[in-house]
């Protein structure tokens, strides 16, 4: 059953926040830190002063509130969503998946281009029924222990867009861990699914690399492993020690934020600068819901059900492949600093790519760095779909 659901903070949890960032203990860094061995010290330390002095987080939340947002029991896990009907003659559905260390934030730009792409210069005919869901275990959605964890997110996914919402058909969009529920749906739901997009090639196809590759795939298995030697020791952390790390960061805003913010400026297409690409409302907004909720540690779950998937698992998951449509058309839209360029051989060994773009600027937060152009690309993709 599907429920209205209005964003709320405590006014007692705010009031912790604030005292918690007035008794920060700040770091001493002798020199110049900068950003290269994490979150840049002085740089941390001025959000800090702006979240507890400038940053107004009820403007934030009447800003998210004016969205649509529910909730539904889905599996018997209450999951949230936003849905923002299209305004067009036949809006199709499209279902929105977030990653990490973002959350359903990452689409408010691009919800209302897709929903009414008239009022962005766009063609009404291109509009969508907009549905964006937090994960499980991801800011107002309840965790699901069990169940097949981070595996049987897409069958949760679809569950919520056909049962609960009534839709026959939809496509679904997404990056990140987003790309990976996206693959699932359409792999295991293709008589639904009219197509799937996607800003990158699911990491976890890169676990079982084939014999032969070509050389550009070669290229692309080589840098890989060079991002997890150089930059992947978060996941590892996430994925064997995740309650460790979860009791620091769910006690501390400053260590929260320092964890979630290096990302995004090492990830995305800012030259050295976050404030270029997002503003410091954006980051601790996006921040915020996961200190409010609670949710670091419950959003390190599938990292861990990935690190810690036996034989049995992968067997399964690969039975699922084999059964599954190969047929789903799928489109990729790959950003210039995102973390990994495959080349196009490497996605056509796992689906039936009918569209594939590199895209001219943007990294791996595209709905946030680029709305527009990601807006035009997903319109192109459905266009003949629909």
Not at 8 to 35: I, M, S, V, Y
Not at 198 to 210: E, G, K, M, S
């Amino acid at each position: 059953m599907l429920a209205p659901f209005v964003i709320a903070a405590d006014d007692a949890a705010l009031e912790d926040l604030k005292r918690r960032l007035e008794r920060t203990r700040h770091q001493a860094w002798p020199g110049d830190a900068g950003w290269n061995d994490g979150t840049d010290p002085a740089w941390l330390d001025g959000l800090l002063a702006y979240w507890r002095d400038g940053y107004d987080w009820r403007a934030e939340e009447a800003a998210l509130n004016r969205f649509h947002h529910h909730r539904a029991e889905v599996d018997g896990a209450r999951l949230h969503l936003i849905r923002e009907k299209g305004a067009g003659p036949d809006p199709l559905p499209l279902i929105l998946i977030h990653g990490w260390p973002d959350s359903f934030y990452r689409f408010y730009k691009l919800i209302p281009r897709l929903a009414d792409p008239a009022a962005f210069g766009a063609d009404a005919a291109d509009a969508f029924d907009v549905v964006v869901p937090s994960l499980p275990g991801y800011g107002f959605s309840d965790p699901r222990p069990g169940h097949g964890g981070v595996f049987g997110f897409g069958d949760v996914m679809h569950r919520l867009m056909t049962d609960v919402l009534g839709y026959e058909r939809y496509g679904a969009h997404g990056g990140d861990r987003g790309s990976t529920v996206s693959d699932q749906i359409a792999r295991s739901h293709g008589e639904a699914v009219v197509g799937a997009h996607l800003t990158d090639v699911p990491f976890w196809h890169a676990l079982r690399p084939p014999k032969e590759p070509s050389r550009a795939e070669q290229k692309y298995l080589d840098g890989i492993k060079g991002f997890q030697q150089d930059r992947g020791a978060y996941a590892l952390i996430q994925g064997t020690k995740p309650r460790s790390l979860a009791a620091g960061l769910n006690d501390s805003p400053a260590g929260l934020a320092a964890w979630i913010i290096e990302k995004f400026e090492a990830w995305s297409d800012c030259g050295g600068d976050v404030e270029r690409r997002f503003s410091k409302d954006e980051l601790l907004t996006n921040v915020m819901i996961y200190w409010l909720t609670g949710t670091i540690g419950t959003s390190f779950q599938p990292y861990r059900d990935v690190m810690k998937a036996g034989a049995p698992r992968w067997i399964a998951e690969a039975a699922k492949g084999w059964a599954g449509s190969d047929q789903t058309p799928v489109g990729v839209a790959l950003f210039p600093q995102d973390l990994s360029a495959p080349p196009r051989e490497w996605g056509e060994r796992f689906y039936n790519i009918t569209r594939w773009t590199r895209m001219p600027a943007g990294g791996h937060f595209a709905a946030l760095e680029e709305p527009d152009a990601l807006a035009d690309e997903i319109r192109a993709f459905f266009r003949p779909l629909r």
